[in-house]
T-cell receptor, first 110, second 112 residues
Framework: DAKTTQPTSMDCAEGRAANLPCNHSTISGNEYVYWYRQIHSQGPQYIIHGLKNNETNEMASLIITEDRKSSTLILPHATLRDTAVYYCIVRVRGNTPLVFGKGTRLSVIA | DAGVTQSPTHLIKTRGQQVTLRCSPKSGHDTVSWYQQALGQGPQFIFQYYEEEERQRGNFPDRFSGHQFPNYSSELNVNALLLGDSALYLC???????????FGPGTRLTVT
């Protein structure tokens, strides 16, 4: 079973920041927080990961709370192409399987 | 640099038949994982291959089997197909020590 809890769906206006929350209250000290997204009928796409520090890359920012029990994925300027299902996953480093929940369906609206 | 490729794109089979799906990993990757995604659900892990051996397996019956070749490509075989096997089958590749798994576009299997 997935170790994360996410809202089922969210809307965001185009050009605004999309903030997607994730709860992972049972995360272990050696588990990382990963985010993937899946655009309709395509394979999941890796977005970002982090352990305890905030992370930023060209796609998004990841904010992890100090107690590591929750995190937020931020898409700074959402576009229509960001409409997708976003999955928050916790896993240890290495080739452990990804355990997907149902994710958050983000709809970016013009 | 080609990413993960899968074939075929779509496939229609009849109950009881057998099917083979194929995956070529991203260049340089040595590990292949297979996932099944039913409609409206997140992907579920089937198994993972590294050094031509099955290393990890999810909660799937032994009707699901696989193989990895010396060039790191992989096959997923499903025997005695059931209607419930209809799904998108995803292949992901990675390096054993890496954080990220890169997914292919998937094979859509329909069992009638």
């Amino acid at each position: 079973d997935a170790k994360t809890t996410q809202p089922t769906s969210m809307d965001c206006a185009e050009g605004r920041a999309a903030n997607l929350p994730c709860n992972h209250s049972t995360i272990s000290g050696n588990e990382y927080v990963y985010w993937y997204r899946q655009i309709h009928s395509q394979g999941p796409q890796y977005i970002i990961h982090g352990l305890k520090n905030n992370e930023t890359n060209e796609m998004a920012s990841l904010i992890i709370t100090e107690d590591r029990k929750s995190s937020t994925l931020i898409l700074p300027h959402a576009t229509l192409r960001d409409t997708a299902v976003y999955y928050c996953i916790v896993r240890v480093r290495g080739n452990t399987p990804l355990v997907f929940g149902k994710g958050t369906r983000l709809s970016v609206i013009a | 640099d080609a990413g993960v490729t899968q074939s075929p794109t779509h496939l229609i089979k009849t109950r009881g038949q057998q099917v083979t799906l194929r995956c070529s990993p991203k260049s340089g990757h040595d590990t292949v994982s297979w996932y099944q995604q039913a409609l409206g659900q997140g992907p579920q892990f089937i198994f993972q291959y590294y050094e031509e051996e099955e290393r990890q397996r999810g909660n799937f019956p032994d009707r699901f089997s696989g193989h990895q070749f010396p060039n790191y490509s992989s096959e997923l075989n499903v025997n005695a197909l059931l209607l419930g096997d209809s799904a998108l089958y995803l292949c992901a590749s990675s390096l054993v020590q890496d954080f990220e798994q890169y997914f292919g576009p998937g094979t859509r299997l329909t069992v009638t």
